[in-house]
């Protein structure tokens, strides 16, 4: 059984960084794609971004290229997502997901569909 456990959201102004982490426990982390995710009030799931299991590749929606960066160690079980320059309308609930991926082709996954584990959430406000 996989947890997904997010954790460093909070209250940030516009403007400013935070960093989002979550932990991966119950199985072989560096088997697993990982991805982010946001869901503001009355909206659908919005991709952010995707990293592959072995790191080596990234893939960021528009919204958030050059501003998010996200990264992983697979010695800690942890996939990280750097958020900067933050804006208002990034404010939402923040999620990671996880995908088994044996390939090792360097795979990375967009869409809700293709993850099998979700954490909880964390919830992200930017300030005007």
């Known amino acids: 059984h996989v947890q997904l456990v997010e954790s460093g959201g909070g209250l940030v102004q516009a403007g400013g960084s935070l960093r989002l982490s979550c932990a991966v426990s119950?199985?072989?982390?560096?088997?697993?794609?990982m991805g982010w995710f946001r869901q503001a009030p009355w909206t659908e799931r919005e991709f952010l971004t995707a990293?592959?299991?072995?790191?080596?590749?990234?893939y960021y929606t528009d919204s958030v290229k050059g501003r998010f960066t996200s990264s992983r160690d697979n010695a800690k079980n942890t996939v990280y997502l750097q958020m900067s320059s933050l804006k208002p309308e990034d404010t939402a609930v923040y999620y990671c997901?996880?995908?088994?991926?044996?390939?090792?082709?360097?795979?990375?996954?967009?869409?809700?569909?293709?993850?099998?584990?979700w954490g909880q959430g964390t919830q992200v406000t930017v300030s005007s």
């Open positions: 997901a996880g995908r088994l991926d044996l390939t090792y082709s360097g795979n990375y996954y967009y869409q809700a569909t293709d993850y099998e584990y």
């Open positions: 990293i592959s299991s072995n790191a080596r590749n990234t």
């Open positions: 119950g199985r072989t982390f560096s088997n697993y794609a």
